[in-house]
């Protein structure tokens, strides 16, 4: 084993991932959403940090990420729904960067899923899930999706929406933090070794 390979491996904990892989299309279903909802797109811009209604942190950090060019790619953006112009959803979209070495340069991850608790089991979720393969201006682009093992809702959700699995894997933290560490494929469906660590 290579030195390198040997002290990942002592810096590294990690956690069971599943990783999930469609294409955009302009077939895509779209879910309805209740007409006491609004969704939104919404993208950053150089005085526009975040959404209106959400708080800096993480969100401006993701901003300078995007400005810097950090991300590998412009689709930095979110897909937002309100309730009486209060945030109660929303799905963050994010490019490649060095917490997911396993995406193209041009990939996109949906991710950072979040409902407001009063608003759960109402399909937002899965609404936003579909709406943002199906407004995605470059059709036939591939997007990832990624979740914990155990969290079989979550991953329902991604199946009814056209999402595959391609393989299983771990979210890795480097010195006890996981914010230095990154989601990991390992193997394919068939046990197929796929990617080593990569950072």
């Not at 800096?56 to 300078?64: G, Q």
């Not at 155990?150 to 959700?157: E, H, L, T, Y």
């Not at 933090?177 to 660590?197: D, I, M, N, S, W």
């Amino acid at each position: 084993m290579r030195p390198r390979a040997w002290l990942a491996g002592k810096l590294m904990s990690p956690s069971s991932i599943v990783f999930y892989r469609t294409r955009t299309s302009a077939n895509v279903e779209r879910l309805p959403l209740e007409a006491a909802y609004a969704s939104e797109w919404w993208r950053p811009a150089l005085f526009r940090i975040a959404p209106r209604g959400l708080p800096l942190v993480p969100f401006a950090v993701w901003w300078l990420m995007h400005v810097f060019r950090i991300f590998t790619n412009r689709g930095y953006s979110m897909l937002l729904i309100r309730r009486n112009r209060e945030v109660v959803h929303r799905s963050v979209v994010f490019p490649k960067y060095f917490r997911f070495p396993f995406m193209a340069d041009e990939d996109l991850q949906i991710g950072d899923v979040w409902t407001s608790e009063n608003h759960r089991g109402k399909g937002l979720a899965g609404f936003a899930l579909r709406e943002i393969l199906r407004r995605d201006p470059q059709q036939r682009r591939t997007y990832w999706y990624i979740s914990e093992a155990a969290n079989f809702p979550s991953i329902r959700m991604a199946e009814k929406a056209g999402f595959e699995k391609v393989g299983e894997g771990a979210r890795t933290s480097r010195c006890g933090l996981r914010l230095l560490g990154a989601f990991v494929l390992r193997q394919g469906p068939a046990g197929k070794r796929e990617q080593q660590t990569a950072w």
